[in-house]
């Protein structure tokens, strides 16, 4: 069974600092893909950034990259220059390929970020 | 622009009495999910449909269940909602892609209150 692991309850970033969440994974697969999504209070899931197993560099997308450590199943976000607006909840997903032909997501927990003014 | 659409975006309900969820989509996805995210909870999965092919989660209640009338809709049953079925339902569509990237995009949900 695959498994997501935030050990990060709650955060609490400065406004223009950079912020760590972690994540850590586990499964057996060699083909997997790990998701970071935001869920603002208002509740809808935005997504952030994906990276894929096999990818040999890290991604980023603007102002959210991926620290992708595979050897240590890791796949921590980091948001730099933070805004007020990046307070929310931040899920890490795996996707599961099921043998449906679909593809499932489990997340973890979550880790809720607070940025200060 | 395309997009997953969720109705209503609140409801509320009685205890027992039956109510549906409603979700489009607009991107002509291949699947679609449906999840229950209880408070400061991760989502869980209830089902997904693969075009027609529904695929139920093996600790998802009896009292849930789904419809897919054609691409572009999917319904969420709840036959006797209980005060433990409160919560907030997603719902998601992704296409299927091979082994490459999958992105499910997600609905702005349905929060169900239920009295």
């Known amino acids: 069974a695959q498994k997501i692991t935030q050990t990060q309850p709650g955060m609490f970033v400065q406004e223009k600092e950079a912020v760590t969440l972690d994540c850590t994974y586990d499964t057996s697969d060699q083909s997997y893909g790990l998701f970071w999504y935001k869920q603002p209070s208002s509740g809808e899931m935005i997504f952030l950034i994906y990276q894929g197993s096999y990818d040999e560099q890290n991604a980023t997308e603007g102002r959210y990259s991926l620290n992708f450590q595979k050897a240590r199943k890791s796949a921590n976000l980091v948001i730099s220059a933070s805004q007020l607006g990046d307070s929310a909840m931040y899920f890490c997903?795996?996707?599961?390929?099921?043998?449906?032909?679909?593809?499932?997501?489990?997340f973890g927990k979550g880790t809720k970020l607070s940025v200060i003014p | 622009d395309a997009m997953v659409i969720q109705n209503p975006r609140y409801q509320v309900t009685q205890f027992g009495k039956p109510v549906t969820l409603s979700c489009s989509q607009t991107l002509n996805h291949n699947v679609m999910y449906w999840y229950q995210q209880k408070s400061s909870q991760a989502p869980k999965l209830l089902f997904h449909?693969?075009?027609?092919?529904?695929?139920n989660e093996a600790d998802t209640p009896d009292n849930f269940q789904s419809r897919r009338p054609n691409t572009s809709f999917c319904f969420l049953d709840i036959r006797s909602p209980g005060l433990g079925d409160a919560a907030m339902y997603l719902c998601?569509?992704?296409?299927?892609?091979?082994?490459?990237?999958?992105?499910?995009?997600f609905g702005p949900g349905t929060r169900l209150t239920v009295l």
């Open positions: 997903a795996m996707r599961d390929p099921s043998g449906a032909g679909s593809y499932q997501l489990t």
């Open positions: 998601a569509t992704s296409i299927l892609a091979g082994v490459g990237y999958n992105e499910q995009f």
């Open positions: 449909y693969y075009d027609k092919d529904f695929n």
